[in-house]
């Protein structure tokens, strides 16, 4: 049976095992022999799994508060490891405070202030400015970006506590109380969700009442897609895992770092269960041998619940032997990029891959893999069981099918609306949000996210869904909606959002790494360089690696086509 934690027993020709080097140790610094001990003790005994990197790296940050020399020596030494390779991954992460020989260690508690674009237009940049002023050198305070809070803004992380619509005086107050801890809110537990038909759908797969053939197709006819951002047909995707010889994966995309995204830790949060019953039916559906989730970091209350649940699950004998791992993230938005996930899963550096091949063919440990987003999981087992019309048949202008949209902004009800695809924003503030906070005009939105472009109020009418934004210089990606007012600057929101790419680029390719940097520069200045930050945006597009610097431009373009009012 598998074990629900992550740091699972070793067995025999597992894929992330370290493989002993033979001849001398590598030259390098020496190993002090103290640290070495500490390594081991916080690491426990046996092997040690090369793609358990990042999980040992959270160890011992936990435990110290940092990641110093000595340590990342003896991890090195630990794991049979060039010290490089510890160090590449450590300083690759945000989340990793990295300490050297002669320097001083971080305050023993850090303050981090969401500076998001929902949580920047509700005051973010004056909260941060307000606790630098009134915390002492015991606290450490921080700009952060997005937390997946955004319907709560502005957001500030005191040590793991998330306080949402924070003020100076909420933080403070949480400082000085020792609130540095995360609370698991009420949600529904596996006797609950058994007592209301859980399981049943993935014992009729099991016990064959169910063929995988039946339920590919409920899918395709339902038109469930990759609900990440992609969009890709999940039905398809499994059918083209399930092709190629195995061992095959999961893969599970838990990283919704987009910021103006939060419906997966909505759905997370209250109803676990049904996102992990739609997991094992996929599971079952490719014959996995395995699963991996790969979990935010600022979603710690979350990660306590699935291994806590998984754990349950086990030991009902729900899991019918698979393994399942919880990999937990180290702030990099780039490991949304689904290969980049791939490479943290095997605890490296999150650095997208040239395509092809691609994950479904080779995926994790170089096999075929079924990579899902949480909510498209979460669909799974209501399809099934109302039928794939059901679904498809839901849907407004044109469109088929339910989403679900994260709405934020300048609405007097913000949250996760569940509505039918193809409803339009003004339709999502008018009937889902309560209309616009009293004082606001409605000026501007995001249809999906920072990388999704910023569309204007006279193009309300749009379908929100996939293929109807493209047109348009946009698209829906994870429906992350952000609604903007007459009172914001649409050229502040485009600098916001291209801060937020050149601060996650992964730095692989040039056309992003520098792109973002110099057009953040230029975006600065009183007067755009409108000619040199279009040559930017179109070089961007066209020669970046991944979907981040192939999107960073969006906002730029947006502002030039709609916005020139906002400019000078």
């Not at 979907?547 to 020139?564: D, E, H, M, T, W």
Request: aromatic residues 8%.
């Amino acid at each position: 049976m598998m074990s629900a934690s992550t740091q699972t027993v070793v067995k025999r020709g597992h894929p992330g095992a370290s493989k002993k080097r033979t001849g001398k140790t590598p030259k390098g610094r020496q190993v002090d022999p103290a640290a070495l001990a500490e390594v081991r003790v916080l690491l426990g005994a046996g092997s040690k799994r090369r793609d358990l990197l990042i999980e040992y790296l959270h160890l011992i940050q936990d435990h110290y508060g940092h990641l110093s020399t000595r340590h990342l020596t003896a991890l090195a030494e630990e794991m049979r490891l060039a010290q490089t390779e510890v160090y590449e991954v450590a300083s690759f992460y945000a989340h990793f405070d990295l300490v050297h020989e002669g320097e001083a260690p971080p305050p023993p508690l850090t303050v981090r202030v969401c500076d998001g674009i929902a949580c920047e237009i509700a005051g973010a940049q004056a909260l941060l400015a307000e606790l630098g002023q009134q915390t002492g050198p015991e606290v450490r305070v921080l700009r952060a970006p997005c937390m997946g809070r955004c319907d709560k803004a502005p957001v500030a992380e005191v040590g793991h506590n998330h306080l949402t619509n924070a003020s100076t005086r909420s933080v403070v107050a949480a400082i000085r109380a020792g609130h540095t801890h995360f609370a698991v809110e009420e949600y529904v537990d596996l006797d609950g969700y058994m007592a209301d038909g859980g399981y049943r759908l993935l014992r009729e797969c099991v016990s064959g009442q169910r063929t995988v053939d039946e339920v590919v197709a409920a899918l395709e006819h339902a038109g469930l897609r990759g609900l990440g951002g992609a969009g890709f047909p999940t039905g398809r995707k499994w059918r083209i895992v399930r092709g190629y010889a195995g061992p095959r994966y999961i893969a599970v995309n838990g990283d919704e770092g987009e910021p103006g995204t939060f419906k997966d830790r909505h759905y997370l949060e209250r109803d676990p269960h049904r996102f992990f019953e739609g997991m094992l039916i996929a599971a079952w559906a490719v014959e996995a041998e395995a699963c991996y989730l790969y979990m935010r970091d600022e979603y710690p209350a979350i990660r306590q619940v699935l291994a806590t649940e998984l754990a349950r699950l086990d030991g009902r004998g729900l899991l019918n032997g698979l393994r399942v791992e919880i990999r937990r993230g180290a702030g990099a938005y780039i490991c949304g990029e689904e290969s980049a996930m791939i490479e943290s899963i095997e605890g490296k550096r999150g650095l997208p891959r040239n395509r092809p091949p691609y994950v479904a063919e080779v995926g994790l440990f170089g096999q075929p893999t079924v990579e899902n987003n949480v909510e498209t999981l979460f669909w799974v087992r209501d399809i099934l069981q109302h039928g794939p019309d059901w679904f498809a048949g839901a849907g407004r202008n044109g469109r088929k099918g339910w989403r679900s949209y994260s709405v934020s902004g300048r609405v007097r009800k913000p949250g996760v609306k569940l509505a039918a695809a193809g409803v339009t924003v003004k339709e999502l503030i008018d009937e889902f949000c309560g209309g616009m906070q009293d004082g606001h005009r409605f000026k501007a939105y995001l249809p999906g996210g920072a990388s999704g472009g910023i569309l204007p109020a006279s193009l309300s009418h749009i379908p929100l869904d996939f293929g109807t934004l493209e047109e348009h210089g946009c698209f829906i990606g994870s429906a992350a909606v952000v609604v903007f007012s007459d009172q914001d600057n649409m050229r502040d929101v485009a600098l916001n959002l291209m801060r937020f790419f050149e601060d996650e680029s992964c730095g692989q390719c040039t056309p992003c790494r520098v792109g973002t940097e110099k057009a953040v520069k230029l975006m600065r200045q009183e007067r755009w360089n409108e000619g040199l930050l279009s040559e930017l945006s179109t070089t961007m597009a066209d020669a970046s690696i991944c979907g981040l610097g192939q999107a960073a431009g969006n906002p730029i373009n947006s502002v030039l086509k709609y916005f020139r009012e906002d400019l000078p």
